[in-house]
């Protein structure tokens, strides 16, 4: 009797969007994550949306080519996923630092090189990927058998290594930012490089190490969507999830903890359709209404903070996009 009533309670429409907003907010997350490295270190990175879906098709080709135990393989598709993603970022990072170029201009030719009509697309025509289902997929894990639980085991028990994975990200990031010595230097590099540089903090250093994690971070949130949320491989596979994920640090004001929780109400947004339409309350409604919301936050969101002076109170790092020069110091 108590597993039919938890059964009845886990099948409310409330429990239904609050467990899936964890699952499609977790590739969010991982990129956000990313994102939020790079910006601490004064770094701003547009290609992320390029990062994630280079990312998802690399980590659909490991699992498709390597010959190993299930976990093994889906363990060795996420390195591969964070390596696209970190090399991506490292030619960002090589135009942004290195050679000083425009972050915002550099970020945008990335996106495009390796987006939905670019290199991703190449890779996936080419290794032959499109149409064919994953051959291995994260799956929920039902912790301890606490999957049944009313209300929290669908939202808390019943995930993927990759949420588990996700929220072990926020937690160390959060730490590393705000109790650690790095931590505190790569803040001080976003907020004064030439202060920082002063107290012998490798600027360069600290930029490319943190803009380079920042892509692995984004190409594993790729390659969730490929490997669990759609395990396969379609041409623009993300959607547009790496402008969210930009978007969602500003919204989560530069802080770890707060891009989990906007990481999941974003992705509440994107089940929501979904769920709507399998319960049949779309009628007369069309889906594409629904399905714009995540993109109609991320607009409100860049324009409330598109002034500087929104920038400064929301606590973005004062040298976010500058390039530092050291002769200028």
Known sequence: MSTLLASGVNDRFLVLILASAVLYGTPLLFAA?????????????????????????MGFWAVQSLEAAGGVTLAAALVVAAL???????????????????QIVSGLALTIFAGAAG??????????????PADRTFVPLDVLGLGDLPVLGPILFDQSALVYLS???????????????????VRAVGESPAAAD????????YRYAHTLAGGALAGVGGACFSLEITPQWVTGLTGGAGWIAVALVIFA??????????AYLFGAFSALPLLLQARGWLTGVPAEVFQSLPYVMTIVVLVA???????????????LGVPYVREER
């Open 33 to 57: 994550l990313g994102e939020l490295l790079a910006e601490r270190s004064g770094v701003l990175n547009l290609g992320v949306e390029g990062m994630m879906l280079l990312g998802a098709v």
């Open 84 to 102: 696209a993603g970190a090399l991506m970022a490292l030619i960002h990072a090589f135009l942004v630092i290195t050679l000083r170029a425009n």
């Open 119 to 132: 290199l991703s697309s190449y890779l996936g025509n080419d290794l032959d990927l499109s149409g064919a």
């Open 167 to 185: 929220w072990a990200c926020t937690l160390a990031i959060g730490l590393y930012l705000a109790r650690t010595r790095p931590g505190l230097n």
């Open 198 to 205: 002063a107290m012998g903090i490798n600027v360069t250093a």
């Open 253 to 262: 004001f530069w802080r770890a903890d707060l891009c989990l929780v906007g």
């Open 305 to 319: 903070v598109s002034s500087s002076a929104a920038k400064r109170r929301l606590g973005a790092p004062a040298a």
